[in-house]
């Protein structure tokens, strides 16, 4: 398991390419600024092809809703049931539950 510590970025990062804007999440990621994902292991799957993290704050879409300000950071908030985990930032304290089986 990565350490979210080791993702934090301050700019984009030019080895990713951007995603482009879908459907109400037209506003730049503020943690992984359009990427989607952060490069942990750059170049581990060859020239180019890196070992990847998916963006937590915008779900790996690189980009959110206009509405959110907060560069979410993500906690395991323990497990609510079958495959299912709360997670809860621990900047806005925003909750989610993700299913871990699908
Ligand atoms: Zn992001
Ligand atoms: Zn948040």
Known sequence: MADYESTQLSER?????????QGCRTKECPRCFGNGSF???????????HFEQ?????????YVL????CAHEWKA?????NCLNRWVCVR???????????
């Open 39 to 49: 490069v942990l292991r750059p170049d581990s799957y060859g020239p180019g092809k």
């Open 13 to 21: 990062d030019p080895r990713l390419a951007k995603k482009t804007p």
């Open 66 to 69: 206009e509405s959110q300000t």
């Open 92 to 102: 806005c304290n925003e909750r989610r539950v993700v299913d871990s089986s699908g």
């Open 77 to 81: 908030g323990g497990n609510v049931g």
């Open 54 to 62: 998916m963006c937590p704050s915008c779900w790996s879409h690189g």
